[in-house]
């Protein structure tokens, strides 16, 4: 099982709604990612999280609004989604630094209606 | 742009069959290469990895890869296949010197019985 928690594993939302997912880690880590991954796709990086820090933002449009409120939560805002955003949003974490294994959740599948 | 290639997007192999999946990597620098593996329904899972060191690694489930620096390589291995080795395989790239992975296309695998 997965040391990266996820919630909902499901959503489906109107164009016009607001939701929020969430994923939750307690294995100290202080790097914590959002990947987004489209059927038969690989997971695509969305934003990277150091030490509670926005560090990387891929380019991700504003309708996705991140927020990490401590060490241990990641969350991602959704806002005005279009159907193309239909996808699985993978949170991670990992120790900060190179060659650490990143740790990946189930994800939580989104459909934009 | 750095990229990461896997030629097979999709392979048949019978139980017992040998199994090598191809990745190429197109970075000039300090490279950490990892295997994913992503099972039906299931979340992505290290195999193996490498950063330094002997240039064959070996991972879990009887996987294993070997990093060749000259061809840009990192190619994933298994002598005999399983049923329960049906799953999709993901090479990726560390870029940066934080743990921002870039995938390839990925592999989807299916051992037939």
């Known amino acids: 099982d997965t040391e990266v928690t996820q919630t909902p594993k499901h959503l489906v939302m109107g164009m016009t709604n607001k939701k929020s997912l969430k994923c939750e880690q307690h294995m100290g880590h202080r790097a914590m990612y959002w990947y987004k991954q489209k059927a038969k796709k690989p997971p695509e990086l969305m934003f990277v999280?150091?030490?509670?820090?926005l560090s990387i933002n891929e380019s991700v449009p504003s309708r996705f609004s991140p927020e990490c409120p401590n060490s241990s939560l990641l969350n991602l805002h959704l806002h005005a989604l279009q159907p193309e955003d239909s996808a699985l949003y993978l949170c991670a974490s990992s120790p900060w630094g190179a060659g650490n294994t990143i740790y990946f959740g189930e994800g939580s599948w989104l459909t934009v209606v | 742009a750095q990229s990461v290639s896997q030629h097979n997007h999709h392979v048949i192999l019978s139980e017992a069959a040998s199994l090598e999946l191809g990745c190429n990597y197109s970075y000039g620098g300090t490279v950490n290469l990892f295997w994913y593996v992503q099972y039906p329904g299931q979340h992505l899972q290290l195999l193996l990895k490498?950063?330094?060191?002997?240039?064959l690694v070996k991972g879990i489930k009887g996987f294993e890869a070997e990093f060749i620096k000259s061809k840009f390589s990192f190619n994933l291995r298994k002598p005999s296949v399983q049923w329960s080795d049906t799953a999709e395989y993901f090479c990726?790239?560390?870029?940066?010197?934080?743990?921002?992975?870039?995938f390839g296309g990925g592999t989807r695998l299916m051992v037939k019985p």
């Open positions: 999280y150091s030490y509670e820090k």
């Open positions: 990726a790239v560390n870029r940066n010197a934080g743990n921002m992975l870039t």
């Open positions: 490498y950063f330094s060191g002997d240039p």
